[in-house]
Each structure stands twice: as C-alpha cells, then as structure tokens.
Nanobody
Framework: QVQLVESGGGLVQPGGSLRLSCAAS????????MSWYRQVPGKERELVAV???????NYADSVKGRFAITRDNTRNTMYLQMNSLKPEDTAVYYC?????????????WGQGIQVTVSS
C-alpha cells in the first residue's frame, strides 16, 4: 500500500544544514505533485515547498533562498535541503503526495519527522 517515510531530521544549530528525505512507495510517484509541509503546536500545517512532476518548484516566502526541494523519480524519493536554518524552522516536517484528477483525489501523508534548530 501507499507509504511515505520521512528521514533525516534531528537537532541542528542555527545556521546549520539538514537534508530531509521522503521515500515513497505504492503509487505512481512520478505523476504526483510532492510537497513538504511543517507544523508546530498551536499552528496550522503550512506548505514549505512543492515540486511538480516535471520539476518546477515553489517555496514559502519564509524559506526562499535557504531551502531547496528536489525529487528523484528513479528512486521514488523527494528531498528537502535546508540551509541557514533558523530557530523558527523548528517543526514537524511532513511529506505529502497529491494528485487531483477530474473525478478523484489522491492525497497521501507521511508520519512526520522532527526538526529542531537550537543552540
């Protein structure tokens, strides 16, 4: 069945870097828009970055210039390279896969992984 498994999170100091990975299985990965979301307690889950099946990318203003989303369709894996990390980047990061044909919606989520930016 469908699986999205995040990895690569952890504790990093401000200004440091981290790379998250999302390993996907059970669906046609290359057809889906893939996204990273993040959430902190008391706040709504927010979109961090999205990458289309063809590779076009968009980012939240708060991470532009610091984060880079990529995908490897041969490995069914999406990545989020996070540089110049700030304490406000601390959150649980979620991998999302989405495909909305005319008559059905496919929307899959990983379990999330903690990223903590602190000295």
């Amino acid at each position: 069945q469908v699986q999205l498994v995040e990895s690569g999170g952890g504790l990093v100091q401000p200004g440091g870097s981290l790379r998250l990975s999302c390993a996907a299985s059970g669906f046609s990965f290359s057809s889906y828009y893939m996204s990273w979301y993040r959430q902190v307690p008391g706040k709504e889950r927010e979109l961090v970055a999205v990458i289309a099946s063809g590779g076009s990318r968009n980012y939240a203003d708060s991470v532009k210039g610091r984060f880079a989303i990529t995908r490897d369709n041969t490995r069914n894996t999406m990545y989020l390279q996070m540089n110049s990390l700030k304490p406000e980047d601390t959150a649980v990061y979620y991998c999302n896969a989405r495909l909305y044909p005319a008559s059905v919606r496919y929307d899959y989520w990983g379990q999330g992984i903690q990223v903590t930016v602190s000295s």
